[in-house]
Nanobody, 118 residues
């Protein structure tokens, strides 16, 4: 079965950096778009960044020029490098994989907490 395991969250001061990792298994990683989403308390889950099969990327406006999404297909791993972190980046960050079987389905990791102190 599809499994996504995130790591790399933690507590950091404003202006600091973190790198999140997501290891996927149970599917062909290289053929799946990967994404990072986040959910802050009392808010809806939102897309942070996405990387497509060919390597194209997209970001929500609030993280452009600060966050970088990447993937290493040999390691079945997606990354989110987060720089210049702000308190408003505090949230649980979830890894997402879109996997095609008979249709495109979304799979989620359990999430990793990122807390940015001011």
């Amino acid at each position: 079965q599809v499994q996504l395991v995130e790591s790399g969250g933690g507590l950091v001061q404003a202006g600091g950096s973190l790198r999140l990792s997501c290891v996927g298994s149970g599917y062909t990683f290289a053929f799946s778009p990967m994404g990072w989403y986040r959910q802050a308390p009392g808010k809806q889950r939102e897309l942070v960044a996405r990387i497509f099969i060919g390597g194209n990327t997209e970001y929500t406006d609030s993280v452009k020029d600060r966050f970088t999404i990447s993937r290493d297909n040999a390691k079945n791993t997606a990354y989110l490098q987060m720089n210049s972190l702000k308190p408003e980046d505090t949230a649980v960050y979830f890894c997402n994989a879109r996997v095609f079987r008979s249709s495109w389905d979304d799979y989620w990791g359990r999430g990793t907490q990122v807390t940015v102190s001011s």
